[in-house]
């Protein structure tokens, strides 16, 4: 374990700047709107520069500890979805951007602790935080994170602390889930969206009715929003699935394959058993080169590339994009604008991307 990135705390500065950022796929066409493109982009620069300022620390370990995978990016994707929410029947002001805030934190926090239950390597392109520092550390430095959220949000109001608060007992169930594993007799398929609705789909459907919520939109568009990001979250997860067996893993910044490798049920595992189950003898085939030692990187690579070129992966993207499809359906009822065409188009982007 090295801790030569202890040293030197990162300035604030070395934060995105607003010329730095570039819109995901599926939101393009916010740059093309000469309203809502220049609010959108002015808002998310002020989010970046507030995360560099939330998650200072006056401690040094815990400074670069808490500003590790801030710094190493990400698609701001919830910051993002938190302020098209506000602008489909309201208005983008401090309020919802600090809420944007209190949301990617929360994502952030989970991330350092989701990469020690998984032993995960690498994210965004970088080593994981207990790779550098240690479990301890990196376990320590997410509940820092999310103490800061906790606080942020305490000055918004009762309802969004009860928001937070639900959401971060679903977070953790999700992962109680994941970690349990399935009831008895309880179907695995139904037991996996439990757990990405936890883990995965709660936080989106946070950042839909924070911004919502927030703008003063209607009660109505808040629960549309709400619906919507948890749609969207679930969809979003089960390309990762996908992503994780067919991409090359340059883009997303993780390790190929991880989840085949450390034996977590995945969407494409899923139907692969299932299949094996109703006697394809080709899933079986691939079922026993996954059950194989995998531990050395030619044999994971052999087991990835089965799974990829076996029919489950094709049903695995076509039921995200089933998912998707709901999502763009729960968005029916709103007025038409280019926020709602926007979140229309993002909901089959996040499907069809390639990390």
Do not use: C
Not at 116 to 140: C, F, H, Y
Not at 221 to 249: C, H, K, N, P, W
């Amino acid at each position: 374990m090295s801790a030569s990135n202890t040293e030197q705390p990162i300035a604030a500065t070395e934060f995105m700047a607003a010329d730095d950022f570039t819109l995901p796929a599926g939101f393009e066409l916010i740059a093309a709107d000469p309203e809502l493109g220049p609010r959108i982009l002015t808002s998310l620069a002020r989010i970046e520069e507030r995360l560099g300022e939330a998650i200072a620390q006056t401690d040094k370990l815990a400074d670069v500890a808490s500003r590790h995978l801030l710094l190493a990016g990400g698609k701001r994707v919830r910051p993002l979805l938190t302020l098209l929410a506000a602008a489909v029947d309201g208005q983008i002001n401090d309020e919802v951007t600090e809420a944007a805030v209190v949301v990617e934190l929360t994502h952030l926090a989970t991330l350092y602790h989701d990469d020690v239950m998984d032993e995960a390597p690498k994210r965004r392109g970088v080593d994981t935080a207990q790779t550098i520092w240690g479990n301890s550390v990196a376990i320590l430095t997410g509940d820092l994170i999310f103490s800061r959220a906790s606080l942020l949000v305490s000055e918004l109001g009762t309802r969004p602390m009860k928001i937070q608060a639900q959401t971060f007992e679903r977070l953790v169930l999700g992962q109680l889930y994941e970690t349990t594993g399935p009831r008895e007799h309880q179907d695995i398929l139904d037991h996996y969206i439990a757990v990405i609705e936890g883990k995965t789909g709660s936080l989106i459907a946070a950042a839909g009715e924070y911004g919502s919520l927030l703008s003063g939109a209607s009660e109505e568009t808040v629960q549309i929003m709400a619906r919507y990001g948890e749609l969207v979250g679930v969809a979003f997860q089960l390309a990762d699935d996908v992503i994780d067996i067919v991409s090359d893993g340059a883009s997303s910044g993780k390790t190929r394959g991880t989840d085949l490798r450390e034996g977590v049920p995945t969407l494409p595992t899923i139907l692969l058993d299932r299949a094996a189950a109703a006697g394809d003898e080709s899933a079986r085939e691939v079922r026993a080169l996954i059950d194989t030692d995998l531990s050395t990187d030619e044999a994971l690579g052999a087991a990835v590339s089965a799974l990829a070129a076996h029919p489950v992966t094709e049903q695995a993207w076509r039921i995200a994009y089933e998912w998707a499809d709901r999502a763009i359906a729960a968005l029916a009822p709103l007025p038409e604008s280019t926020a709602k065409a926007a979140l229309t188009s993002f909901a089959h982007a996040v499907v069809h991307r390639e990390g």
